[in-house]
């Protein structure tokens, strides 16, 4: 098969992937769902779909954004989700191959994925990701020729360090808490997969995009410093964009320094 073949099958692959994360994202917050049982229905009014309506991003054009049975709308999140992975699943394809990497980043990318959009809708970022997340990055760094075992561990230990010093700080000092553990251990789970070398960009990168738009919810939401957003997708988005485009920051950064003259 040549390149560009391999490159759209690894597309479709990650489209249908993001069709079950949908499911995730749904269900796993409840606690008494299961992500398998029963299979795709509409949420609306529960009608089960056939596989004509279950084709990622197709179906949803096909349909024109409506339930066929009850006519009500779909969420945009369905297609966004679907192709937001099968343009990750064929990135991935273009920098590791068909490699272990690829497969290790691949569950890497569906899992913040599923955390940033129940984090948006829930406000949490479920430990049933985010721990397991940690162990397979982690064991992931023994077989991987991307990141050392030791850059993966350090990834934990300052991943998770480091938020837990400002969570720490900022509760001594305001005496609210204004970050979960739940970004705790995310951070962690993001410094065992691409290491400790990836947390100061992550974490300057969220923390920016962040503040942007929590001044932008301040002024929505008029609640001033009592504003809250989650931090979760922020936290995964610097994350994807360093492993999807980590050589291109690198280029702007050796760029940035110098017009600096440093």
Request: charged letters at 10%; a positive charge; aromatic letters at 12%.
């Amino acid at each position: 098969m040549t390149d560009s073949t391999l490159t759209l099958l690894a597309a479709v692959f990650g489209a249908v992937v993001g069709s079950f994360l949908n499911v995730v994202i749904l269900r796993l917050p409840q606690e008494d769902e299961s992500i398998v049982f029963p299979g795709s229905h509409c949420p609306q009014c529960q009608t089960p779909l056939t596989w004509r309506e279950n084709i990622p991003i197709l179906s949803y054009l096909l349909l024109r954004g409506k339930c066929r049975t009850c006519k009500l709308p779909i969420s945009l999140q369905y297609p966004v989700v679907e192709a937001a992975m099968a343009i990750m699943a064929a990135l991935l394809y273009r920098q590791f191959g068909l490699s272990f990497e690829w497969g290790l980043y691949f569950v890497f990318c569906a899992a913040l994925l599923v955390i940033i959009f129940i984090d948006i809708h829930h406000q949490i970022i479920p430990d049933r990701i985010s721990l397991p997340g940690i162990v397979v990055g982690f064991v992931g760094s023994l077989f991987s020729a991307s990141v050392t075992w030791q850059q993966s561990a350090l990834g934990v230990l300052l991943g998770g360090g480091a938020l837990y010093a400002v969570a720490w700080c900022y509760y001594a000092v305001t005496k609210r808490e204004g970050m979960g553990g739940g970004d705790i251990k995310l951070l962690a789970m993001i410094g065992a997969f691409l290491g400790w070398q990836s947390l100061l960009y992550v974490i300057f990168s969220s923390s920016l995009a962040g503040s942007l738009i929590g001044i932008v919810a301040m002024f929505r939401q008029r609640k001033g410093g009592l504003t809250r957003i989650p931090f979760g997708p922020f936290l995964a988005l610097g994350a994807l964009s360093y492993l999807l485009f980590h050589e291109q920051i690198l280029r702007l950064w050796r760029f940035y320094l110098h017009l600096s003259g440093l």
